[in-house]
């Protein structure tokens, strides 16, 4: 379900992913350095605070995002065998973006002896000359099944799918569809059924219910909602310019300048397209909704200030940058409290509000339901568990660049979401950025339960990484609003601006997120991002450390809060119940012995951090335990500090984190690790 809110709704349950990890900003740029190296000349690094010009995305008319992709399906099989792929796998190309520099960022969906893979997608990066530079993959699990014939029946998994979705208040008595599916987004990869359930919940939202169901044991393995919550006289931005069309003398919410997205009256209907607001006149509503082409006013326009933001913004044409627009339906339901996106459709629709009062077609909702949009076309994040948080997150994120962007003074940019629709009833936002436990729900923090909450609360981690980076910690007056973001090590951050932060953000869920990304995965990625846009030693790299780290994700650029650190970022793979792996720090130019509250700060990536025993061992041999194997222990990765005295130990030699997954199943890689002195 991606929508605007889940008030009412319960909580997803947390489950096991497969995390994956982008290349680091450093270890990218030095990839990129060496490609262009054998081609001629290496790009000179950009200057403090500009984009790399090399690493900017191409805006790609229709036709030119075609031939790429045309190209790519080309080759597909080619880059299997390239990318080490097995028989039975064929990629099937899902988009492609293109740098100044000719590099490509290729993604691929996967099948498997014919069955779709979930959770089977991946980001192939190939400099121009057609070197293979980075591979990014939403699971790192080989694909090996036993068999492909299923020994639980169809008819079991539709009956599994159908009795949760009554339980979540759908009525539908059948499923919708049911096919066999690869499922590899939690683990091992199994043959599996994918149900989907239709009809509507029990708030009216419609029902999209997908169920994964082991297709030989009839274990379910994973749920997800597959609908997304998220001259005009309008309700909430005043009187704006509409982009209409007119035929004789009949004027239409239909937008040529934007891909012909319409927008349609549902009249508090629940199905179906709803009826093409047409009229005589080219002006439209009258500022409320006793006026029903109000909502539409404001519907067309948000969509409008969304798709010229990602043009304007990220050269994006369009949802799936393919020059097609979406449309828009408003008026759904009665009393209906909230707006979604749904893929299947193509479509956002918008609800009236408690007693039809108050539409949600604000425009931050427009820009946080096309959005999902986005997300979808993209990394597609899964929408449950920490990637479903980000999946909200970058709703909200886009959804503040699409406010501060369409500059109306009767709306104006803020870090909330939906302060106008006043979803509350008391004048309140629904969401806060700067601090968003203001809500009474969502969550400042990460934390390794993050993942068991609903996804419009999970966000919460995101949404402040994303507010700290742009405007930093503490209070301030942003725009004449008022903010006060603390952090979680209670140290300063100190922020980038909102440009830059939106370009970081969007480079990762564009280049470096799959499915499967989790808050670990977030954090490699957008450092990926700010390392190829503005240079791994820049200002706006240590940026995103900080601010990461200022929301409890991995450690700070230099220490943080004072002292010397060393640290290594060379990605190390933990094999499945393996021997084990080590990455080693070596310290030098110190005198005397380690302090007694040496810190230790590690980044691993895996999907059941249950399953690791992990140790520090100093320059003498001896080993000091940081982490116990917990078969209890079922969250994902281990993003921590631990505090070792290290006094008998001298300071200077070489340091090793060791690392050992002790069960089967799951698989990780040490990102990166920190020592810091004191």
Known sequence: ?????????????????????????????????????????????????????????????????????????AARAATAREIGLGGKEQLIVKDVVKDADGTLHTRYERTYGGLPVLGGDLVVTTAGSGRTLDVVRATGATLKVAGLTPAVPREAAEKQAVQRAKALGATRPAADSVRRVIWAATGKPVLAYETVVGGLQDDG??????????????????????????????????????????????????????????????????????????????????????NAATAGADAHYGAALTWDFYKNTFGRNGIKNNGAGAYSRVHYGNSYVNAFWDDSCFCMTYGDGSGNAKPLTSIDVAGHEMSHGVTSATANLNYSGESGGLNEATSDIMAAGVEFSANNSTDAGDYFVGEKIDINGDGTPLRYMDKPSRDGASKDNWYSGIGGVDVHYSSGPANHFFYLLSEGSGAKVVGGVSYDSPTADGLPVTGIGRDKALQIWYRALTTKWTSTTNYAGARTGTLAAAGELYGASSAEYKAVQDAWAGVGVGSRSGGGGGGTSYESTTPVAVPDNGPAVTSAITVSGRTGNAPGNLQVSVDISHTWRGDLVIDLVGPSGTAYRLKNFSSSDSADDVIATYTVNASAETANGTWTLRVQDQATYDTGTINSWKLTFP
């Open 205 to 290: 939202t419609p029902n999209q219910l997908h169920v994964i169901t082991d297709a030989a044991t009839g274990k379910k393995l994973y749920e997800y909602q597959g609908v997304r919550n998220g001259i005009g006289n309008t309700q909430y931005s005043g009187q704006v310019t509409l982009t209409t069309t007119q035929s004789g003398s009949t004027y239409t919410l239909t937008d040529g300048a934007r891909g012909n997205h319409r927008t349609y009256n549902l009249n508090h209907g629940s199905s179906g397209t709803g009826t093409l607001f047409s009229q005589s006149s080219d002006t439209w509503g009258n500022g409320s909704n006793s």
């Open 1 to 73: 379900m991606r929508r605007i809110s889940s008030r009412g709704r319960t909580s997803h349950l947390s489950h096991r992913r497969t995390a994956t990890v982008a290349l680091t900003g450093a270890a990218a740029l030095i990839a990129a350095a060496v490609q262009a190296g054998a081609a001629g000349a290496a790009p000179a690094p950009p200057r403090p605070g500009k984009v790399n010009p090399a690493h900017a995305a191409v805006g790609l008319t229709p036709s030119q995002r075609a031939e790429l992709i045309r190209d790519a399906d």
